[in-house]
């Protein structure tokens, strides 16, 4: 999906695809120095970060392994409850690993926080995070984001993963939903 199919829903277009995957080969050869010799574990969390796990995971070219965890966090508001509840656990054995959890975007902080918390008390040899998008205006907690990509304002984004009541997920760029879709 493209802007131009869902013009009339958007106030702004922040990001296009192209800018999008030229921040994330930015941020994957970081990724590439610091973990060179080793064999992450990328954690994603569903189902926003599909398309951010999808194409920093084929730009790296160090061996990488997946796995998914899904939490809770918004519904169909457009508001963070704070309350957090794992709805898929990983499959995967933490101990000894470097786990790189692979978020959309850090609105409020309270998701990602609470899931290094967690993730830290499995034996992980280290959790660090990379996050595609983050309002720092939002924050209520501060998380130490590694692997950040872009700054942006205080308003609720759709597209590239990130939903509205489950729409918009296909939209190949980033845009500022129009407040008439959820008003
Ligand atoms: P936090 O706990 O940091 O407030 O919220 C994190 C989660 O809320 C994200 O993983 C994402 O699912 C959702 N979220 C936060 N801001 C937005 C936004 O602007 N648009 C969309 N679609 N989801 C958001």
């Known amino acids: 999906m493209e802007f131009s199919d869902i013009e009339s829903d958007l106030t702004e277009i922040l990001f296009t695809e192209d800018e999008i995957h030229a921040k994330l080969a930015e941020l994957a050869r970081r990724i590439e120095a610091d973990y060179a010799g080793t064999k992450p574990l990328l954690v994603g969390v569903l189902r926003g970060a599909v398309m951010v796990m999808a194409d920093l995971a084929r730009e790296l070219t160090i061996p990488i392994e997946m796995d998914w ?9 457009t508001q963070s409850s704070g309350v957090v509840r ?9 101990h000894g690993r470097h786990v790189i959890i692979v978020e959309d975007i850090i609105d409020s902080g309270l998701t990602l926080s609470w899931l290094r918390g967690n993730l830290a008390t499995r ?6 995070i990379v996050a595609l998008l983050r309002k720092p205006d ?4 501060e998380v130490d984001v590694k692997y950040e990509g872009f700054q942006i304002p205080n308003a609720f ?11 918009y997920r296909n939209l190949r760029g980033i845009g500022v939903l129009a407040p008439h879709v959820y008003s």
Do not use: H, P, W
């Open 69 to 77: 965890m899904a939490v809770s966090s918004y519904g169909s508001g």
């Open 138 to 141: 939002a924050a209520k907690v």
């Open 86 to 94: 794992i709805l898929k656990d990983l499959d995967t054995d933490l």
């Open 157 to 167: 984004v759709i597209g590239y993963g990130l939903d509205y009541a489950e729409q």
């Open 123 to 128: 034996g992980a040899e280290s959790v660090e």
